[in-house]
């Protein structure tokens, strides 16, 4: 009787959710589901799921095709909903595209009655992803999003995670990655976007509305080891009155010489900027806490689409386009 119960309470939220998505807009398909799981869990298999949407925020909008996805809630986590994904996907999210597949891929989502989820975590070992250049795999790699919906403008309103090992890049890397070879060992990032985002359909629109309230985003940690490089890194952004990305923080690089030598022998780095970047690492550098090697500290801005390191201007970005409906 319980699992009975079990199954028909996840075929029943499944319409619910549907029936929902299609109110706003949406398509979704899928093959009839199929229950199992008997004794111990409650199962929903479904073939050949598709969901299509969001083009009134997004030039091109958001397809997900999956081959087969599985809904499921285990004794004694009644609480929980487990959502398993074997087998081949495909995002598509405005131009671009990405198929991936994973050895497990799994999103942990809590269930709580009459209310959206406001947490979910994604977990996945040796994912598999197609990209332009060749196919890029992580040995492990974990994602968690917690929003909530009356955040004050102190508080954040949307809270991420990022935590990715053992990253394969596609082969032939060219620039820095020709210097640091193919493998990142770890990545990691938070990061919190602060202040209530106003509701609307209009992006350019919502994304004023918060300038205007005071929302930022805040960049807590950027962590990154990929060969001789150990970069940590942590700023806040906002929106400038052109609606650019605009902010301030401090990168610290641990293994500057190493990281200088790298790259003068990629080519990236000139023999010229090179002889003149190993005098000022000296000075630019100082000794890591309780002993060990040198940490290089420099300060970050972003402002009118230009990135700077310690006041001296290195990348040029192009304009953001807000999305148009």
Do not use: C
């Not at 050949?48 to 030039?59: I, S, V």
């Not at 400038?240 to 030598?261: C, N, V, Y």
């Amino acid at each position: 009787m319980l699992w009975r119960f079990m199954a028909a309470q996840l075929e029943a939220g499944l319409e619910t959710w549907v029936q929902i998505r299609r109110a706003q807009g949406w398509r979704v398909e899928h093959a009839p589901p199929v229950r199992g799981g008997w004794p111990l869990s409650a199962t929903l298999s479904l073939a050949r799921l598709r969901l299509e949407g969001g083009r009134a925020t997004l030039p091109g909008g958001l397809v997900f095709e999956s081959e087969r996805v599985v809904l499921r809630v285990s004794l004694p986590r009644l609480n929980r909903l487990r959502v398993e994904m074997p087998g081949a996907q495909r995002l598509r999210l405005g131009g671009a595209e990405w198929r991936f597949a994973a050895d497990e891929l799994v999103a942990l989502v809590p269930l709580e009655p009459d209310t959206p989820p406001r947490e979910a975590l994604v977990l996945a070992e040796r994912l598999r992803l197609s990209t332009p250049g060749g196919p890029l795999e992580a040995g492990s790699l974990s994602f968690s999003a917690t929003a909530s919906a009356t955040a004050t403008e102190e508080e954040p309103a949307l809270l991420l995670t990022l935590a990715a090992e053992a990253i394969d890049l596609p082969a032939a890397p060219q620039g820095a990655g020709g210097a640091f070879g193919r493998r990142i060992a770890q990545l990691s990032a938070e990061a919190a976007l602060s202040g209530p985002v106003p509701p609307g359909r209009v992006p350019a629109q919502r994304a004023e509305a918060w300038r205007d309230g005071g929302g930022s985003l805040e960049l807590r940690s950027l962590q990154l080891r990929w060969g001789p490089a150990e970069l940590d890194a942590a700023a806040t952004l906002a929106l400038d009155e052109a609606l650019q990305p605009m902010g301030a923080g401090t990168l610290r690089l641990t293994g500057a010489t190493e990281t200088l030598e790298a790259l003068t022998a990629a080519g990236v780095v000139g023999r010229r900027a090179s002889g003149t970047a190993r005098i000022m690492l000296p000075l630019l550098s100082r000794p890591a806490p309780g002993g060990g090697p040198q940490t290089l500290e420099v300060p970050v801005t972003v402002e009118d689409r230009t990135l700077s390191l310690a006041r001296l201007p290195v990348m040029r970005f192009p304009a953001w386009e807000w999305p148009r409906p």
